[in-house]
């Protein structure tokens, strides 16, 4: 089968699902990043993670109901998710006993489901459409390689890249991303040359509930805005940074963007696998290369000595 | 210590007053059983039911994240699994007393494979690893290649367990006592083989493992074994679990929650609010989590307002997580330290008054 | 000379293991005090607990004001640490770690990391190089002039000693002692090497199990013999 897809190989084809895969691994690779910078500052997964992108999705969904320009609704609902993101790491978070790792895990399952309900509390059970901020229109795209590649999933790909070129930005070249980096390091160290570390952890949460807004702002559009939006792209999501390295920025980029081409391949090119088994393949696939490299692509392996 | 006036009485461990302590415990809990299961009504029984099973289940994660410290939220697939092979095999004519054993035979093998990745991962990239295996097994049963076995997403169905002959119940009438009674015995068998392990020289071995694993390597614990087995173990205990709520169900289809990430969550969630490590962890967390599951729900019913149960459910776990940290069974302990310490038998020495007394962690 | 910190009934510990059991020693302007001690005496306790790493009781008063008790607040008031076994940055290269240390300063930044460049030529060499592959006395100094940065008033040491050559022990007292001298800045070092530290010091402190058992000035304890035969390893 793969030989006779090889035979009838068509370049076109071959691009625009490259392109397809790009943009879900663009969704991909920003959940992922927020997940890579909360772990870093905290070493803890945080399994709310979607779903707070998910409340966002739902801000953004009611400010442009009321009229507040596609792009304004987003960037105000990432500052709301930066807020509530904030107060959670420090009224939640922050007091639970960190000796017991169970116990950071049962909290964050407890903030899963209470923001996955909370909306419907809010806005009701009904599923809701949001705009694309690209557009969407049926000749909005250009060609490349003869393929037909869509504005509404290239922007994706392209606000990801400035997305990176920004936090690239913000950790090399502001105090507040020197912080954000010693904290993650050596939290001790950190406070021992003044940085307040609490504030660094809460700006850390809150930054990365913003990228998640925003991926969930990107998502919602194609996906439709429901209580399972974000549920598939989390998981995904985690196995990506997995894949590059839970301490690596550049693995969550990475390992992002190779499932969601990844996925696309598998679906175009393996049709027999059928869509259920797309995501169990990527994970057998995360499997191995962690077997080979058990802290990911690009993570740091810690050598442990007796 | 500061605001203590009277100094908790100190209770040797194996002692008489500790062996009648664990007695009037364990006693107290037999006769709260006992007169549920005489007792009980239809609805009670059935939720008390399902705690029991998921109190088996949990004992089974117990042994791998409690007592060796391997976090695993993959054990819905082991669940489903157990349940899978009974709905299977009761579906081609076995008598369901016979399904139990191989459920758990099958939970075990597979347990043990999964296991192997275990041997180079840890924390939180297992915890992933195994969370895929929680996505992936609904979807495998979907998949064309088993679903002559699974029956896809149709499931299997009519598996009601009747009370047999040699049993004092009375057919379909009494059918809910007879599932308690048969569940209650598993999981007293379960917890008895948990907690033998945990005793054993292989619970200190798991442990040892927990607590820092390249010291066990140098001190001569065979890791990959211990890993291995325990997983495996762990495995066959949820499955059995599975195996019994697929007859308690009556009916087996992927959608079902348990087989699901959501009963991997459930599991693990249910050992957290008991206590983790913990011999009575498992029963207390999973009753705790059917009662707050079932008010969480009920709550949202009557009011009848959309997602006020899933809120209230994890503003409730957001809530153990901070004033319990160490679950419902870390609490008891605490609150019972004020008033008794027990302490592990001590070597007899010559001068009984001046012994060092070594304080309970707990 | 006015006292610059001044400590009183320091308790300290971890849980309910209680290390230090309440003592007094002062630092005063300008000044290089040595607390000198064996392990386990409570020397990393009492930086820890001056630096508000962990919970203290006692009074402690820096420049007249209480000192504040949450570490961020500490360097604030012009103490800085240099942590035993060095606590630098080491996912962050050299620069950074220096630029860490001026977190709490907006201006003449440049300047002085260039200064620290000029005291240590070594760190310049190896300045954008992760500060986890620097040797151990490259660490250390990374360390002293990390802690320098913020410009303290007050410099915690704690056995700045610790795993180095001799030669590079010397070499860093000597730059701790010049920049006591040339800025005003001073120095309180907690040590178990003796030697070193009492010919640098002005006045010493001797710590054992989380009391003091003497003090006086630095040239007083080398020639007391008790001293000599805990901590010289002569007589």
């Not at chain 2, 399902?50 to 391997?70: C, E, H, P, R, S």
């Not at chain 2, 489903?80 to 369901?96: E, P």
């Not at chain 2, 999981?187 to 033998?196: I, T, W, Y």
Request: proline share 4%; net charge neutral; glycine share 12%.
């Amino acid at each position: 089968m793969m030989l006779a897809s090889m035979i009838a190989f068509d370049g076109s084809l071959f691009v625009e699902r490259m392109v397809n895969g790009l943009a879900e691994g663009s969704i991909f690779a920003m959940l992922a990043l927020s997940l890579v910078v909360v772990f870093r500052s905290t070493g803890q997964l945080n399994f709310a993670q979607g779903e707070i992108g998910l409340f966002g999705a739902f801000v953004v969904s009611t400010l442009t109901l009321s009229g507040v320009p596609a792009w304004g609704s987003i960037l105000i609902a990432m500052a709301v998710g930066f807020v509530l993101a904030a107060s959670i790491e420090r009224v939640i978070i922050r007091p639970i006993e960190h000796r017991n790792p169970g116990t950071v895990v049962v909290a964050a399952i407890g903030l899963f489901l209470g923001i996955n309900q909370l909306h419907s509390l809010i806005w009701g059970p009904d599923a809701r459409s949001l705009p694309s901020v690209f557009p969407t229109g049926a000749d909005d795209f250009f060609r490349l390689f003869g393929a037909a590649i869509y504005w509404q999933r290239f922007g994706i790909f392209l606000l990801l890249l400035v997305l990176l070129g920004l936090l690239w930005l913000l950790f090399n070249h502001t105090k507040v991303g020197l912080a954000m980096r010693a904290v993650a390091n050596n939290q001790e160290s950190a406070g021992l040359t003044g940085m307040r570390v609490g504030s660094v952890l809460m700006i850390g949460w809150g930054l990365a509930a913003a990228i998640s807004v925003l991926a969930a702002a990107l998502l919602a559009p194609s996906a439709g805005l429901s209580a399972a939006l974000m549920f598939g792209p989390f998981l995904s999501a985690s196995a990506a940074a997995t894949l590059g390295g839970l301490d690596s920025p550049i693995g969550a980029v990475v390992g992002g963007l190779t499932l969601g081409v990844l996925k696309a391949f598998i679906i175009g090119y393996i049709p027999f696998l059928g869509g259920d088994m797309v995501f169990t393949v990527s994970l057998v696939i995360i499997l191995v290369v962690l077997l080979v490299r058990p802290g990911g692509l690009f993570g740091s392996e810690r050598v442990e000595r007796v | 210590m500061a605001g203590l006036t009277q100094q908790p009485k100190i209770v040797e461990r194996g002692s008489t007053l500790h062996r009648i302590g664990q007695l009037v415990l364990f006693g107290s809990f037999a006769a709260f059983m006992l007169w549920k299961g005489i007792q009980g009504d239809r609805t009670g029984l059935g939720l008390l039911t399902d705690a029991i099973i998921l109190a088996i289940a949990v004992t089974g994660l117990n042994l791998i994240t409690g007592y060796t410290g391997q976090i695993s939220i993959g054990h819905s697939a082991f669940f489903g699994l157990g349940a899978y092979t009974t709905a299977i095999l009761v579906d081609r004519g076995w008598s369901h007393g016979w399904t139990f054993p191989v459920a758990a035979i099958v939970a075990f093998v597979v347990g043990c494979i999964v296991g192997l990745p275990a041997l180079r991962l840890k924390g939180i990239y297992l915890a992933l690893v195994t969370l895929g295996l929680a996505v992936a097994f609904p979807a495998l049963l979907n998949y064309d290649k088993v679903s002559g076995l699974t029956n896809g997403s149709l499931g299997i169905k009519d598996l009601t367990y009747l009370p047999p002959e040699w049993t004092p119940f009375d057919g379909r009438q009494d059918l809910h006592k007879w599932l308690f009674w048969l569940s209650l015995g598993c999981f007293l068998l379960v917890s008895l083989v948990a907690s033998n392990m945990i005793r054993s020289r292989v619970g200190r071995a798991m442990i040892a493992v927990r607590d820092n694993e390249t010291a066990a390597a140098v001190m001569g614990v065979d890791r990959a074994v211990i890993k291995t087995v325990v997983f495996g173990i762990s495995a066959a205990m949820t499955g059995l679990a599975g195996g019994l709520f697929a007859v308690k169900l009556t009916l087996v289809e992927p959608v079902i929650g348990l087989f699901t990430l959501l009963g991997a969550i459930t599991i693990l969630v249910a050992m957290v609010i008991g206590g983790t490590a913990s011999t009575w962890g498992p029963i207390v967390g999973a009753v705790l989590y059917t009662y707050i599951n079932d008010f969480a729900r009920t709550q949202g019913e009557q009011r009848d307002i959309a997602g006020l149960g899933g809120v209230i459910f994890g503003v409730l776990l957001i809530l153990i997580a901070r004033f319990a940290p160490f679950g419902a069974v870390g609490l008891l302990r605490k609150f019972r330290a004020r008033f008794v310490r027990t302490v592990p038998k001590l070597p007899v020495d010559t001068d009984q008054q001046n012994r060092v007394v070594a304080s309970d962690p707990a | 000379m006015s006292a610059l910190l001044s400590v009183e009934g320091l308790k300290a510990g971890y849980g309910p293991i209680e290390v230090l059991h309440g003592f007094d020693f002062t630092v005063n302007d300008g000044e290089i005090v040595v607390i000198l001690g064996a392990n386990g005496a409570g020397k990393t306790t009492t930086m820890r607990a001056l630096s508000g790493m962990i919970p203290h009781r006692g009074t402690i008063t820096m420049a007249g004001a209480a000192l504040p008790s949450r570490s961020d607040a500490v360097l604030r008031a012009g103490v800085a640490q240099v942590p035993q076994g060095r606590g630098t940055f080491t996912d962050l290269t050299v620069e950074d770690n220096l630029l860490c240390g001026a977190y709490t300063r907006k201006s003449e930044v440049d300047e002085d990391i260039e200064r620290w460049f000029d005291v240590f030529p070594r760190l310049r060499e190896r300045r954008e190089q992760r500060a986890g592959s620097l040797s151990g006395g490259e660490q250390q100094m990374l360390a002293i002039a990390r802690a320098m940065m913020s410009r303290p008033k007050l410099l915690l040491c704690d056995e700045p000693s610790l795993g180095l050559a001799p030669l590079i022990t010397q070499e860093l007292f000597r730059v701790l002692e010049d920049a006591c001298r040339s800025d005003g800045l001073s120095l309180l070092i907690v040590e178990q090497n003796a030697n070193l530290a009492l010919a640098l010091a002005d006045r010493a402190y001797v710590l054992e199990t989380g009391t003091i058992v003497a003090q006086g000035t630095g040239a007083e304890l080398l020639a007391d013999d008790t001293i000599k035969q805990a901590y010289l390893g002569v007589g």
